[in-house]
C-alpha cells in the first residue's frame, strides 16, 4: 500500500512539473494584463515637427494592435511617452524615469542621435531593448547588443540622392552648408562629403552654422557667387526652412539637396513654393503601392486627417516590431523580446520588407523624393 501510495505521489508531481513547464511558453506566462513600452519623444523645442510626427505614429500602432488582439487575449499594449525637448540631458531624464518608475518591456527613441548616445547606455546596462526612430549616425548599435534602429543610417539614403543628382541632373559643382554642433548634422555632413567624393563632384563652398543661427545669407551668398549647380545642406527642420527661404530670395535657382531633416511636412508648410525642387534621400517611400503601405497612408489620413511623413512610418513599424517580437517570443520579457528582434527577417512593413543585420541595423529599400506642387513625390528619372 505504502508503495502504491508513493508511486502516486511521483507521478502527481511529475505531471505537475510537466504542466509548469508547458505554461512557461505560453501567452497565460505574460504575468500582467498590460504590457508597456516607453518612448522618448522630442515634442518641444526646435524639434517638435519629428517628435510630434513620431508619436502619432506609435499611437497609430498601439490603436491597431490592441484592436485586433494582435498580441495575447485579453492583454493590452500601452506606450509611457516622456517628452525628451530636444536635449540629450532631457532624453537621459527621461530614460531614467521610465527605468526607475515604470515597468516597461522595451523603449523607441530617442528622437535625436545625440540624445540616443547619452541615454541608450542606461538601457542598455539594465538589459531593457531600445530601438532608434530617427537615430541614423554612424556608432548607434555599436552602444550594445540590446541597441537597435529602424531608421536607416544616414549614409545610405544620402549616397543615393547625390548619386541620382550627379547622373540624372548632371550636377557638376555644389556647395555644402552644415550644422558644425550636433551628431547628427554632422554624420550628415560626412556622408555628404563622402558621396560627392564617390560621384566625382567638386565643392566649390564648405560653409558652417550654429545651433539657434537663423541668418544665413552670408554662407549662402559665399556658395552662390562660387556659382554652383546645387546647395547640399545638413540641418534640421527649424534651419533647413530657412536655408530654403533664403537660397531662394538670393535668386538661387539650382537645385537644394538635404539630409533625413528634409523629410518633414514643416519644409513645405513653411516654406511655401520656395520649396519647390528641394530633394532628399528617405527611407520611406511613400509612393509604394505594397498593401501594407497603403493600408498605413489610409489609417494615418483617417485618424490625424494628413498624411504620415517618414518618421511616423518609422515610428510606427518600431512598435510592430515590438509587436511581432513579443509574439514570436511568446514572451514580454526583455531579453526574450531583444533575441526575437534580433531574428527579425522579412517582416511587412510601411517600410518595406525589413530585416535586422547581425549588428542589428535596419535593411529595407530606400527612395528619393523631391518637393513638386506643394508636396513630397518620389523622384522617378
Known sequence: MTCVLLILILIITILTGCTTTQSTSTAESVESSTIRLGAILGLSG???????????????????????????????????????????DGAARAMTKLIQEINIV????????SQAFIADPIAQKVGIPVMGISNTVPGITEMGEFVFRCSLPESSVIASAIEVAAEVLRIKKVGIIWQEDEDYTIACYQAFIKAIENNGLEVLADETFTRGNTDFK??????????????????????????????????????IIGGNGFNS???????????EGVMAGTAWN????????????????????????????????????????????????????????????????PLGSFSFTNEREPVHPSAIQIIRDGKFVIFNP
Not at 511636412?265 to 520649396?275: K, R, S
Open 265 to 275: 511636412p514643416e519644409i513645405i508648410q513653411q516654406a511655401g513654393e520656395a520649396a
Open 286 to 349: 511613400m509612393a509604394s503601392e505594397s498593401p501594407k503601405n497603403v493600408e498605413f497612408i489610409s489609417a494615418f489620413e483617417k485618424t490625424y486627417g494628413n498624411k504620415p511623413d517618414q518618421f511616423a512610418a518609422q515610428a510606427y513599424t518600431a512598435v510592430w516590431l515590438y509587436a511581432n517580437a513579443m509574439r514570436t517570443a511568446v514572451s514580454h520579457d526583455p531579453k526574450a523580446i531583444r533575441d526575437a528582434l534580433a531574428g527579425t527577417s522579412n517582416f511587412n512593413s
Open 106 to 113: 522595451g523603449i523607441i527613441g530617442p528622437t535625436l542621435s
Open 218 to 255: 552670408k554662407q549662402l551668398l559665399k556658395i552662390i557667387d562660387a556659382k554652383t549647380d546645387a546647395i547640399v545642406a545638413s540641418a534640421f527642420v527649424k534651419e533647413a526652412v530657412q536655408i530654403v527661404i533664403q537660397s531662394r530670395s538670393l535668386e538661387f535657382e539650382g537645385t
Open 46 to 88: 526646435d524639434i517638435a515637427a519629428y517628435g510630434e510626427s513620431q508619436k502619432k505614429g506609435i499611437d497609430l500602432a498601439i490603436k491597431e494592435i490592441n484592436a485586433g488582439n494582435y498580441l495575447f487575449k485579453d492583454y493590452e499594449l500601452k506606450v509611457i511617452v516622456e517628452d525628451s525637448g530636444d536635449s540629450a
